[in-house]
T-cell receptor, first 115, second 116 residues
Framework: GAGVSQTPSNKVTEKGKYVELRCDPI?????LYWYRQSLGQGPEFLIY????????DSGLPNDRFFAVRPEGSVSTLKIQRTERGDSAVYLCASSQPGQGTGELFFGEGSRLTVL | AQKITQTQPGMFVQEKEAVTLDCTYD???????LFWYKQPSSGEMIFLIYQGSYDQQNATEGRYSLNFQKARKSANLVISASQLGDSAMYFC?????????????FGGGTRLMVKP
């Protein structure tokens, strides 16, 4: 499709397990963002990629969280040793800086539940 | 540091009436952009409207308009002629142009419920 695609849409895991969340941005968008949204709250910034490199990872909460974008397109958010507090919806967005208002285009999110 | 405040956790509006969703922001930078997004129950964030800090006129997009009061640092969203499909979460967000990227900082959101 033409929009941002995220998989899986839902992930249930046990405390301590490793999870990967995938984001396929809009074709041609060089900027990619990960946000985390807890229930009843606004999205919180995690990390921003420009091309293949992480230009800003200041929002990652700790070293259990890591993200990659090896070819400048698809990105994977990796969470090690998951904790119950990691339960949230993880939103991915992409944009093309300099185009229009520069608004971010979001996917539908991956809902992570850690039991 | 930038901060976005949405003071209305929930709002009701009668179908076909207008409603205003409040947003105030805090920044020391002269150059910034303000966005409103809609998030229906499906979860996807849908871009609605944008206002640049140097724009002279308030932004409008169809039934959406932005009441931008720069001196008060407010950017309220006005939805005219509310429809049942407008029921959703609404988020105000800000981007500072001195950022290396285009990341947005979001407020806590307002849940709008349209009554038939």
């Amino acid at each position: 499709g033409a929009g941002v695609s995220q998989t899986p849409s839902n992930k249930v895991t046990e405390k301590g397990k490793y999870v990967e969340l995938r984001c396929d941005p809009i074709s041609g968008h060089t900027a990619l963002y990960w946000y985390r949204q807890s229930l009843g709250q606004g999205p919180e910034f995690l990390i921003y990629f420009q091309g293949t490199g992480a230009a800003d990872d200041s929002g990652l909460p700790n070293d259990r969280f890591f993200a990659v974008r090896p070819e400048g397109s698809v990105s994977t958010l990796k969470i090690q040793r998951t904790e119950r507090g990691d339960s949230a919806v993880y939103l991915c967005a992409s944009s093309q800086p300099g185009q229009g208002t520069g608004e971010l285009f979001f996917g539908e999110g991956s809902r992570l539940t850690v039991l | 540091a930038q901060k976005i405040t949405q003071t209305q956790p929930g709002m009701f509006v009668q179908e076909k009436e207008a409603v205003t969703l409040d947003c105030t922001y805090d920044t020391s930078d002269p150059s910034y952009g303000l966005f409103w997004y809609k998030q229906p129950s499906s979860g996807e964030m849908i871009f609605l409207i944008y206002q640049g800090s140097y724009d002279q006129q308030n932004a409008t997009e169809g039934r959406y308009s932005l009441n931008f009061q720069k001196a008060r640092k407010s950017a309220n969203l006005v939805i005219s002629a509310s429809q049942l499909g407008d029921s959703a979460m609404y988020f105000c967000a800000m981007r500072q142009f001195n950022n290396a990227g285009n990341m947005l900082t979001f407020g806590g959101g307002t849940r709008l419920m349209v009554k038939p």
